[in-house]
């Protein structure tokens, strides 16, 4: 028998003006600045000791480059939930907290977690993430603007917001046609957006943000899809003791956007939706309660046709959620 290679992992803290690497396993710490040739040092530090997996945490976009260059080195590149790494050291006694600390914990994570998997690079999701995080920055902008306008203003505060809501809704739509125009340039996303833009009550919008958000959609498992959209119920129970289910984690971006889409559809626009929803507020359920269960039924039925390659057909949904994928067709 041949012997399996040994998992060596840098853990790699991110800041804006460098990086603390550290391979755990070798006792072996390194700082390189954020430069291209702090990249290239890194690179070189880590083929010499014979590193096949780096994790770094999601750090407001500076962990980018340094991913794309370990994996365009052929070097599996690992960006983890601050939460969970956080969470995973205080778990471990772990609680002082500085960069070359975090760069261990990190490692110490990712060894812990072998089976974790990151996300191919995909150069044109990452540019599709950013437009349409811009484009939802900049609703959020308009939003809070038109809630302040709803107040009594001076009439110079109120030309000023209306000048604003004007630029703003220009911009919005100029991003609107980039986002469209790049899906559309991009055959597997525009196979994507025509699945979940066939399901009643989904849009544009929503299509967008479950691209550039959930890769893993038609990938994983659908209780895995559930979780990660953030609208998986979990147990709370001990002893005799049976708690309430109550959802957490999960991509707050995204499940925000979903929500909306699917308050529309459970009670406007999707006929097997709506039926669910309102058999659920029959039952005694909260509003918002059958609203959740709403969202978890839809991202299966998602999961479930994106793998599948099918468009929206409510005959196939109307009796309850679609079969489980088989377990070759999970990822997660």
Same mark, same amino acid.
């Given at each position: 028998?041949?012997?399996?290679?040994?998992?060596?992992?840098?853990?790699?803290?991110?800041?804006?003006?460098?990086?603390?690497?550290?391979?755990?396993?070798?006792?072996?710490?390194?700082?390189?600045?954020?430069?291209?040739?702090?990249?290239?040092?890194?690179?070189?530090?880590?083929? *010499?000791?014979?590193?096949?997996? =780096?994790?770094?945490?999601? %750090?407001?976009?500076?962990?980018?480059?340094?991913?794309? =260059?370990?994996?365009?080195?052929?070097?599996?590149?690992?960006?983890?939930?601050?939460?969970?790494?956080?969470? /995973?050291?205080?778990?471990?006694?772990?609680?002082?907290?500085?960069?070359?600390?975090?760069?261990?914990?990190?490692?110490? /994570?990712?060894?812990?977690?072998?089976?974790?998997?990151?996300?191919?690079?995909?150069?044109?999701?990452?540019?599709?993430?950013?437009?349409?995080? =811009?484009?939802?920055?900049?609703?959020?902008?308009?939003?809070?603007?038109?809630?302040?306008?709803?107040?009594?203003?001076?009439?110079?505060?109120?030309?000023?917001?209306?000048?604003?809501? *004007?630029?703003?809704?220009?911009?919005?739509?100029?991003?609107?046609?980039?986002?469209?125009?790049?899906?559309?340039?991009?055959?597997?996303?525009?196979?994507? $957006?025509?699945?979940?833009? %066939?399901?009643?009550?989904?849009?544009?919008?929503? $299509?967008?943000?479950?691209? =550039?958000?959930?890769?893993?959609?038609?990938?994983?498992?659908?209780?895995?899809?559930?979780?990660?959209?953030?609208?998986?119920?979990?147990?709370?129970?001990?002893?005799?003791?049976?708690?309430?289910?109550?959802?957490?984690?999960?991509?707050?971006?995204?499940?925000?956007?979903?929500?909306?889409?699917?308050?529309?559809?459970?009670?406007?626009?999707?006929?097997?939706?709506?039926?669910?929803?309102?058999?659920?507020?029959?039952?005694?359920?909260?509003?918002?309660?059958?609203?959740?269960?709403?969202?978890?039924?839809?991202?299966?039925?998602?999961?479930?046709?994106?793998?599948?390659?099918?468009?929206?057909?409510? %005959?196939?949904?109307?009796?309850?959620?679609?079969?489980?994928?088989?377990? %070759?067709?999970?990822?997660?």
């Amino acid at each position: 028998m041949m012997a399996q290679n040994k998992l060596v992992v840098v853990g790699i803290d991110v800041a804006k003006d460098k990086v603390d690497a550290c391979i755990r396993s070798l006792s072996q710490r390194q700082t390189f600045p954020s430069t291209a040739e702090g990249r290239r040092a890194l690179i070189r530090w880590v083929r *010499k000791h014979k590193v096949t997996k =780096a994790a770094m945490e999601a %750090s407001g976009g500076y962990e980018r480059e340094w991913a794309k =260059a370990l994996r365009e080195a052929g070097i599996e590149a690992l960006i983890v939930d601050p939460k969970r790494v956080r969470n /995973f050291a205080r778990s471990a006694g772990r609680l002082a907290k500085n960069d070359p600390i975090d760069a261990e914990i990190i490692a110490r /994570f990712a060894e812990t977690f072998v089976e974790a998997k990151g996300q191919t690079y995909d150069a044109a999701r990452e540019k599709l993430v950013d437009i349409v995080n =811009a484009r939802q920055a900049l609703l959020d902008m308009q939003t809070g603007l038109q809630n302040r306008s709803e107040h009594s203003t001076p009439e110079v505060v109120q030309k000023m917001q209306a000048r604003l809501l *004007k630029n703003i809704a220009l911009e919005v739509a100029k991003l609107e046609a980039a986002i469209a125009a790049m899906i559309k340039a991009t055959p597997h996303f525009a196979e994507l $957006a025509g699945i979940i833009e %066939s399901v009643p009550g989904l849009a544009k919008g929503t $299509a967008a943000g479950l691209i =550039a958000a959930m890769p893993e959609l038609g990938q994983a498992s659908n209780n895995a899809a559930a979780a990660l959209l953030g609208a998986a119920p979990y147990d709370n129970d001990s002893g005799k003791h049976r708690g309430d289910r109550h959802i957490q984690g999960g991509r707050r971006k995204v499940r925000n956007l979903f929500y909306m889409a699917c308050l529309g559809a459970a009670t406007r626009h999707n006929p097997v939706l709506k039926a669910f929803y309102t058999r659920l507020i029959a039952k005694g359920k909260p509003k918002k309660v059958a609203l959740v269960a709403c969202m978890r039924k839809l991202i299966v039925i998602l999961n479930v046709m994106i793998a599948r390659g099918e468009k929206w057909d409510a %005959s196939k949904y109307e009796q309850g959620e679609p079969a489980r994928l088989p377990p %070759s067709a999970c990822a997660a």
